[in-house]
Nanobody, 125 residues
């Protein structure tokens, strides 16, 4: 059973930083491809960042490249999203997602089987 729980969201001023965490209760977390997506009000959910099961490969949306960093600690069964230089347009509900058994970088919603409940990030101008 995979259960993903996000935390770390909140309200921050533009230019500030937040670190999101996504903890998994599964037994084979180290074999999961993981990703972060976000959904702003009135918009579709969009890809933010992804990391391979080993942590050796990462991929970012152009809108966050150079500002966000995805990482994982397999011993703690947790994936992180460090968000720096935040902008008001980063305001959204952020979701983590997992696909057990995949060794690839996954960048589309359809590729992920498990999702967290989401955490709100609000960036004020």
């Amino acid at each position: 059973q995979v259960q993903l729980v996000e935390s770390g969201g909140g309200l921050v001023q533009a230019g500030g930083s937040l670190r999101l965490s996504c903890a998994d209760s599964g037994r084979t977390f180290r074999r999961y491809a993981m990703g972060w997506f976000r959904q702003a009000p009135g918009k579709e959910r969009e890809f933010v960042a992804a990391i391979s099961w080993s942590g050796g490969s990462t991929h970012y949306a152009d809108s966050v490249k150079g500002r966000f960093i995805i990482s994982r600690d397999n011993a703690k069964k947790t994936v992180y999203l460090q968000m720096n230089s935040l902008k008001p347009e980063d305001t959204a509900v952020y979701y983590c997602a997992a696909d057990p058994g995949s060794t690839a970088i996954l960048t589309t919603e359809d590729e992920y089987h498990y999702w967290g409940q989401g955490t709100q990030v609000t960036v004020s101008s």
